[in-house]
Nanobody
Framework: VQLQASGGGLVQAGGSLRLSCAASGRTSSNRAMGWFRHAPGKEREFVSS????????RYADSVQGRFTISRDNAKNTVYLQMNSLKPEDTAVYYCAADRSLYRGYLDARQSEYAYWGQGTLVTVSS
């Protein structure tokens, strides 16, 4: 599975961005997908995840209510809609694919994601 993240950029506080993650590989649509972020001086952290069937989603407390994850398996693409952005959302955002197939629950642990994209930078100015 190969992943390509895009959609990052510079936005003012309160603005919106939509990140996309294009996946290749015949099993990509059968895996849960997640978004993580790595801010300067901090460890990489979980942001959001979605099951392979879109039946469940999970969010970090810091983005709950502002970010929405979705996927289009026909296009092998996962999205992260980010609204009401704050300067503390500034980070490199990575998409990742679950190491397991058909997982029915969502795991926020980075160790459960075996495939990672290259990251896309989101900068939120105050």
């Amino acid at each position: 599975v190969q992943l390509q993240a895009s959609g990052g950029g510079l936005v003012q506080a309160g603005g919106s961005l939509r990140l996309s993650c294009a996946a290749s590989g015949r099993t990509s649509s059968n895996r849960a997908m997640g978004w993580f972020r790595h801010a300067p001086g901090k460890e990489r952290e979980f942001v959001s995840s979605i099951t392979y069937s879109s039946s469940s989603t999970r969010y970090a407390d810091s983005v709950q209510g502002r970010f929405t994850i979705s996927r289009d398996n026909a296009k092998n693409t996962v999205y992260l809609q980010m609204n009401s952005l704050k300067p503390e959302d500034t980070a490199v955002y990575y998409c990742a694919a679950d190491r397991s197939l058909y997982r029915g629950y969502l795991d926020a642990r980075q160790s459960e994601y075996a495939y990672w994209g290259q990251g896309t930078l989101v900068t939120v100015s105050s």
